[in-house]
């Protein structure tokens, strides 16, 4: 399925993550947790520069992944 079909269908099923919901799981990566496993803004910042990427574009590409993954996950549990 290309991406395009899907992020159709995740629209069309009307699968959401609420701006909330899409900070916290930023803030649970593992990907952005220091020693202590606690979210550090410097490792997200250090991030988004290292990719050449702005918060807003990271975030939106980010939140697409994750509704991707809702919708095969709704599949999954069918």
Avoid: C, G
């Amino acid at each position: 399925m290309s991406s395009r079909l899907i992020d159709l269908e995740v629209k069309n099923l009307n699968i959401l993550i609420s701006e909330k919901n899409l900070a916290a799981m930023i803030r649970t990566s593992k990907n952005f947790h220091d020693e202590q496993k606690k979210f550090s803004r410097i490792k997200y910042e250090k991030f988004l520069l290292e990719n050449n990427l702005t918060a807003p574009v990271f975030e939106i590409r980010f939140k697409n992944e994750e509704l991707k993954k809702n919708y095969f996950h709704m599949w999954e549990v069918a």
